[in-house]
């Protein structure tokens, strides 16, 4: 409740959909879409880590492509697709990328995790339409590699770490994460 006299605080409709579920939100327009998506819809995989976009423990898929959702207000959003890591699973199949994390337990407290996961999962399909990364090596990109294509093949830990460099993991399960993203990259 606003306190008397205190200047009336702008609010939007945003519309989004959310995990396929086309949902429309009245939101403060300074609201996050971390915020939007934890605060306002109880969906709270994606973690605020640093506030600034630094750590990756945001990281969702909007448009399916790969943003720290602290960074973005929600209202610039409006009309997009987003996808959590609540929303990667197909029913009660989880994503490859996820069962990868399980199999190789490529977690330790967890609290990074949904954001390696959803960053793995763009950015898998990142190179698979054929976008190269900096420690892609030149002999690896095939003269019909251009966007759309796909990816150079295999993948190896130095370009998966440079691929995943925007997620930190606290606890350092960097190795498993690496073989759980190199495992869904083969499946």
Do not use: W
């Amino acid at each position: 409740m606003p306190e008397p006299g205190a200047p009336e605080v702008p609010v939007s409709l945003v519309s989004l959909r959310v995990n396929g579920t086309r949902l429309s939100l009245r939101l403060d327009n300074r609201t996050t879409l971390l915020d939007a998506l934890r605060e306002h819809l109880d969906l709270v995989g994606a973690k605020k880590g640093c506030d600034h976009g630094q750590c990756g423990a945001c990281t969702v898929l909007v448009g399916g492509r790969r943003a720290n959702s602290c960074l973005l207000l929600a209202v610039a959003c409006d009309g997009s697709d987003v996808t959590t890591v609540e929303g990667l699973a197909e029913g009660e199949r989880l994503h490859p990328v996820q069962e990868a994390f399980v199999a190789h337990d490529a977690l330790q407290c967890g609290y990074c995790t949904p954001g390696q996961i959803c960053s793995a999962v763009g950015m898998l399909a990142e190179a698979a339409e054929g976008h190269p990364s900096y420690a892609t090596a030149p002999d690896r990109l095939a003269a019909d590699s251009s966007p759309g294509r796909g990816a150079p093949e295999p993948f190896d830990a130095l370009e998966i770490r440079e691929r995943m460099s925007g997620n930190l993991c606290r606890c350092g399960a960097y190795p498993n994460i690496v073989d759980a993203i190199a495992e869904a990259a083969r499946s």
